[in-house]
């Protein structure tokens, strides 16, 4: 399988939602893309029905920093000149006031959305720049920027997301890799499945009087800060659904989720 004209690009999260639309887009735009996530089937399926370009999964979790290693170590020689990574892996677990929250949820949030991002960052970043040219956008979110009850512990961890990418954009100015932050605010993928403990009823009332964001709409928005020419860096993008006014309130219906503050 000869390496995608574009070069290769690494997306974290890609056995669902953004992370599996991100995959096909950049695939169709002429990467070779690493699919990477827990989810050996969904990856397979992926791959396998993709007919536009080379996508490979690669099973791995964010949080095991030596898996991750061997990983992208034991990548396939056309699969090793990385040049884009896509730090989209992540989650929320509950809805609860930060006052009848579980350190369990919080670990999984912190060790996730923030150690697997810099897991992930640590073992590409050297390689970007060692070729002199490269890009990393990560996946923040509006709940890093507008409060809403329930979203503590997520929403700091998706602001710590926004203000490295800040700082990564520093450290990495005169390599050549650029860094962008996209911001999307509620979409419909199994984000609040997994956020509900798979409650599929209480994630679908989430939504409910409002049209959420497609995951596509975010893969576009990672894509046109790629496609953008290269005296150019995008810091970031924020995207919402028309209808949504900041933090999880939406005009008509609730601030609050569904069940009120208690609800984990
Ligand atoms: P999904 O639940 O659909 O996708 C999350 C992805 O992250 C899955 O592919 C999952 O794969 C992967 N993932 C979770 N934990 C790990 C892990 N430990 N190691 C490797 N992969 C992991 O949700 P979204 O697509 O919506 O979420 C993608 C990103 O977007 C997240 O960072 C989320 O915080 C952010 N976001 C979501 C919004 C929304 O409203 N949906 C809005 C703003 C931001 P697997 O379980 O197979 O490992
Ligand atoms: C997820 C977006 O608004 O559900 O990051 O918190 S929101």
Redesign the pocket.
Known sequence: MAQGERGVAVV?????????RIAQLLSRRGYSVVA????AD?LKTLADENSTGSILPVV????DQEGLTRALDELPPDFRDISVLIN?????RGFGPLQSGSGESWREMID??IS?LLNVSGLVLPRLVSRGSGHVVN?????ASYPYMGGNVYAAT?AFVHQLSLNMRVDLQGTGVRVSCV??????????K?RYDGDEQRADALYQGLE??A?DDVAEAVAWCLAQPPRVNVNMIELMPSEQHFGLGFAGGPTAPPGGADDA
Do not use: C, H, Q, W
Not at 183 to 192: H, I, L, Q, R
């Open positions: 974290t999260g890609a056995s669902s939602g953004f992370g599996e990477l996530a827990r989810r969904r791995a979790d964010v949080r989209n892996a992540g989650l929320s996730t959305n697997g996946i923040g979110s509006i709940a998706k911001a999307p605010g509620m979409a419909k993928t199994e984000f609040a997994v959420p964001l995951a």
